[in-house]
């Protein structure tokens, strides 16, 4: 498991990295304003950070819904094998399952529709600085990992995605904390409907107590590794591979 004093390392890094990026854009949200108001108080920001990572993102009710939400990133995979998952209305498309576990897993659709499903009207907010309310429904990853058997030595989850940017795979990570969460979900319904291809079908990862861009769409696999250090750039996601833009993105 994670101890105290890399938890505290790793919130340490998310938010020094906020009050290094110089955008301004994000420093004018409510959440990252609370959160600069800590000022300098490192160790508060870590202690809130450690006591803090169980909590609920807020949810809200269907009224608050935003009649637009945003598509940001890629809005389609250009791989002719996701055109040809997509064609096939995602039939023959399998989310694996794998790494550190002790039942690799290879799951369809149907499978995972099958399993408890559990919905939330979360607010997304991108570190470009724009938000948006949407429901999401989807299965809670722990479910999925404690049917693969998730091993001891696994202390992050991965995930693997179909699309690219300039030949360069997305992907991202989470620790084990918000892996766990009770609003993480691999979700498959956005706003009542099957996910839009835009907005990351058949699955996407969401994250509810960090910013954007850890907002996995196009999930094909997912892989339980003691390390990323070892993976593409070594930073944990393609966004953090390329830009200052940090691990821990928690809000
Ligand atoms: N696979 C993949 N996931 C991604 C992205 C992407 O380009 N590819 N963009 C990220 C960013 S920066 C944001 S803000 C959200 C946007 O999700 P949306 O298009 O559903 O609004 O997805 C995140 N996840
Ligand atoms: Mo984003």
Redesign the pocket.
Known sequence: MISRRQLIGAAGAGAGGLLLSGCDKIAASPSVQALLEFGNAGTRLAQRAVTDRAALAPEYSGADMSPV???????T?RSSDYARLLAGRFADWRLQVSGLVAHPLSLSLQDIGHMPARTQITR?D???GWS?IGQWTGVPLRLILQQAGLSSRARYIVFR???D?GGTP?Y?SIDLIDAFHPQTILAWA?NGRMLSV???APL?LRVERQ?????????MGVEAVESFAHIAGGKGG??EDVSRYQWYAGI
Do not use: I, S, T
Not at 211 to 219: E, I, M
């Open positions: 939400f945003r598509v940001n990133g890629n809005a995979p997304h991108c570190v470009e948006a995605c179909a699309d940017f997305y991202e956005m835009p907005h990351g996407r910013l954007g861009y850890k907002q996995a769409k196009y999930v393609y966004w």
